[in-house]
């Protein structure tokens, strides 16, 4: 299980464990603490998409401020506060245009939990990965052959190639870059507002 990076660390991967998926955060738009938290670059870049909880360590920390607020507040024993809906980190930081690691997780996120055979969204534990060239016929586990997979998919295609089942890809897989990131923070922006002004520039 990929634990949220630490700051400092070379790649900006912030999702917490109860907001890693992009179907969870929309579910749990609802509750202010599981509310996605948009992370802007000391230069107002939008760089990530972290859960509220890791937010709010990166705030008392001291490594982000808050520019904009969700309007919930969170109370605990000693602490009082207003619970963030866009964050600034306070230093710059380089963010790497390289891919992100290749695992389940990231392949999912990629393909927003959309089989990539039949087109239906489906949640994570009701999804496969699919090698759309059958590593039984030499091809390779990699970011442009891993799809995601309905299990009813998977089953019917087996080890074969799409053409051969009569499938058809819904998109070209391809690495998951910052591009992609970006596209999905603007996705989620869409029905944040206060985060349109950082994203629709
Ligand atoms: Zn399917």
């Known amino acids: ?6 700051c400092g660390h070379n790649e900006w991967v912030f999702v917490s464990k109860k907001t890693r998926d992009e179907s969870n955060m929309v579910e749990a738009r609802k509750h202010p603490l599981r509310m996605p938290v948009l992370v802007l670059n000391a230069t107002y870049e939008p760089i990530n998409i972290t859960g ?19 309007g919930a507040f969170l109370h605990a024993a000693r602490l009082s506060m ?26 999912l996120m990629r393909d927003r939990h959309t089989c990539q055979f039949c087109g239906q969204v489906f949640n ?12 039984s016929r030499g091809g390779h586990t990699d ?13 019917r295609k087996g080890n074969r190639l799409p053409e051969e089942v009569g499938v058809r890809l819904l998109r070209q897989p391809r690495p ?3 591009h992609t990131s970006r596209q999905l923070m603007r996705l989620m922006g869409q029905s944040e507002h206060k985060w349109r002004k950082y994203l629709f520039y």
């Open 124 to 135: 994570p534990s009701d999804l496969t990965l699919d090698h759309v060239i059958p590593r």
């Open 1 to 6: 299980m990929t634990q949220p990076k630490a």
């Open 52 to 70: 509220t909880r890791r937010a709010i360590v990166l705030l008392l920390k001291g490594i982000a401020i808050t520019e904009e607020e969700n």
């Open 143 to 155: 970011w442009d052959n891993l799809v995601t997979c309905c299990h009813a998919c998977n089953n």
């Open 82 to 107: 207003r619970v963030p809906s866009v964050i600034r980190l306070t230093e710059f930081r380089k963010i790497p245009h390289r891919t992100r690691a290749l695992s389940r997780k990231n392949i």
């Open 176 to 178: 998951f870059t910052l």
